[in-house]
């Protein structure tokens, strides 16, 4: 109670009332504060206040100030602080009711108490007691919070709710956040996804109820979901893209993005092409179109930055107020940020394309082979450049022949409609194999098998029958991306969709016109020239990994490539996504 009143009638004068002075009610009926008597009022004894300092001068002619009747709507004098009027009002209890009843509490306010908070359980579909998941896989299967809407507030918008990725598998769960904002993303054009659409997209169980229920979350929210399709589903189907929320998208660029860096073969793909030049003259020609594709190229990515800022992570609002929108809307950012990945890679293997035709036309004049004679042909002595090896060795050719063998048959991740994908024993074989070498606990959750004895034992059994055999205490050796989780055939058909949408709705017009825009009067027929000589160096590059083709799905190579080990890593840790998804881009 000590804090209802201001400092400064703590500092008044105080008569002597002696020890045996009677005791005076703190407040008299008519509202009278009697502050004198404040030997008998230990609780409104506080220390002064530093802000109240300086109302002491103001307040030594004012004798009788505390004596008068408390009207906190009258006006002070203007020395007083502004925040002092802001006070709100206190209204003193009565002073029979306190003398009965000192240390009473007000129990008008509600009173803050930490609560731990409840996590109501989902209904989910019903399981046989021999089939009951673990903790891990049970959340890899439903949404976490997604009954009560989190009402956290970040930069990207209110969050809704909070569930895990799509593309996760059992010891590398991702939990993602989606937010209101990318709802009404969701449900806006170009993709225009209506309530049936949402509740699979958030991992809602198909049971009676809860459609309603989401419908009154979103409802809560502002968020009103249509009943009926807004777009012409026979132009835009669900896709693979479809089933993708912002914040996996972002995930699983950068998890390509650190494959492609470190595994996209640039100087043997370089050294490839240059292989398949024939004289001296094609040489110095191809140096001079990389060094203008470089040119062009640089001004391209200038361009895509200026309108990304980096990325949706830090580039969100640059992003939906450039002509990217649309394209950002359709694929849910990671068509974005594949961009950016595609302009990198190319610009890198433009820069190793030229060092390595440099190197050789150097080689080639310190000869002495400069002469109008060795134009056309290439002078003895002057040998095509070597391919560097693979990280290992490809794997016998012989083990694919069983690649049309059907081993099982599951729904997809990456759909909303409970697409099935056929595997392979070709299939189960790579993964088993380097780079990726799954255990039976991974290779059990990519195919949904639950994580109990029985399962175990029935899948290993299933193996044995192809002459499939993983060791107890199997490691796996390369690192859990979001690619772990991806079939080979929903890699593919993830690359197709990401090949129509960039068809689509990829602003060209727009960058070609920002691109002239950017460039002098003078410059412009160069321009031209280096976007001529970069799509030919594209196209090239393209025909030769399309050379490369490794066994992928229902893709079966009869006889491969002698250089297919080049891009041996690159291929089976994204599940041919990478090679598919670099032409399209």
């Excluded at 203007?78 to 009473?104: C, G, I, K, R």
Aim: hydrophobic fraction near 35%; charged fraction near 20%.
């Amino acid at each position: 109670m000590d804090n209802y009143y201001p400092a400064f009638f703590m500092n008044l004068p105080m008569p002597d009332y002696g020890t045996d002075a009677p005791y005076e009610p703190w407040y008299t009926p008519e509202g009278y504060a009697l502050v004198e008597n404040q030997q008998q009022q230990p609780l409104l004894m506080a220390e002064q206040e530093t802000e109240y300092q300086e109302l002491q001068p103001m307040l030594q002619p004012l004798q009788h100030w505390h004596l008068q009747q408390l009207d906190m709507e009258q006006q002070f004098p203007s020395a007083s602080p502004a925040y002092f009027h802001e006070t709100d009002v206190y209204t003193p209890p009565a002073s029979s009711d306190f003398l009965a009843n000192p240390y009473a509490m007000n129990t008008s306010e509600p009173v803050e108490m930490e609560m731990k908070p409840v996590i109501t359980k989902t209904r989910g579909r019903k399981r046989k007691v021999a089939e009951v998941l673990s903790d891990e896989e049970d959340e890899l299967e439903n949404c976490v919070n997604i009954d009560q809407p989190a009402s956290a507030s970040t930069e990207k918008g209110k969050v809704f709710c909070n569930i895990v990725g799509r593309l996760c598998v059992i010891g590398s769960l991702i939990h993602y956040d989606v937010t209101t904002d990318e709802i009404k993303r969701r449900a806006s054009k170009p993709e225009g996804m209506i309530r049936s659409h949402i509740g699979p997209l958030l991992k809602r169980g198909k049971v009676s109820g809860t459609g309603t229920e989401l419908q009154k979350l979103l409802e809560g929210e502002e968020i009103l979901l249509s009943d009926k399709p807004i777009i012409n589903r026979k132009q835009c189907a669900l896709n693979t893209l479809s089933a993708l929320l912002e914040g996996e998208s972002v995930q699983l660029s950068a998890d390509h993005r650190e494959l492609a860096l470190a595994h996209f073969p640039l100087k043997a793909l370089a050294r490839l092409i240059i292989r398949s030049i024939s004289s001296p003259a094609e040489l110095v020609t191809a140096a001079t179109e990389a060094a203008a594709a470089n040119a062009a190229i640089s001004s391209f990515t200038a361009v895509l930055n200026q309108w990304t800022s980096g990325g949706w992570t830090k580039g969100r609002e640059a992003i939906l107020a450039s002509p990217l929108r649309t394209f950002a809307y359709a694929t849910h950012v990671l068509g974005v940020e594949e961009c950016l990945l595609m302009a990198t890679l190319f610009t890198k293997f433009l820069h190793v394309f030229e060092k390595e035709l440099v190197t050789l036309i150097e080689h080639v004049e310190a000869k002495g082979c400069g002469s109008a004679a060795y134009l056309h042909q290439f002078p003895p002595g002057i040998e095509a450049p070597v391919i560097p090896g693979g990280m290992m060795p490809a794997p016998k050719w012989t083990d694919e022949a069983d690649g049309t063998t059907d081993f099982t048959q599951i729904s997809g991740r990456l759909t909303l409609q409970n697409r099935k994908y056929s595997v392979s024993v070709a299939e189960i074989n790579r993964r088993v194999r380097q780079p990726e070498s799954f255990n039976l606990s991974i290779l059990g959750s990519l195919l949904k098998r639950g994580k109990t004895k029985a399962n175990c034992k029935l899948l290993a059994d299933q193996l044995k029958v192809h002459h499939i055999t993983l060791d107890a205490g199997r490691r796996k050796s390369a690192k859990n991306t979001t690619f772990t989780a991806m079939l080979e055939g929903e890699a593919l058909a993830l690359a197709r969709d990401m090949e129509a949408e960039v068809g689509r709705s990829f602003p060209k017009k727009h960058l070609i016109a920002s691109i002239v825009n950017g460039t002098t009067r003078h410059g412009i027929d160069e321009r031209q020239h280096g976007f001529a000589s970069a799509s030919r160096i594209a196209k090239s590059l393209q025909q030769t990994v399309l050379s490369l083709q490794l066994p992928v799905a229902d893709r079966v190579v009869h006889k491969a490539n002698e250089n297919a080990h080049v891009i041996f890593n690159y291929c089976n840790l994204t599940h041919g996504y990478g090679p598919d998804s670099y032409p399209n881009n």
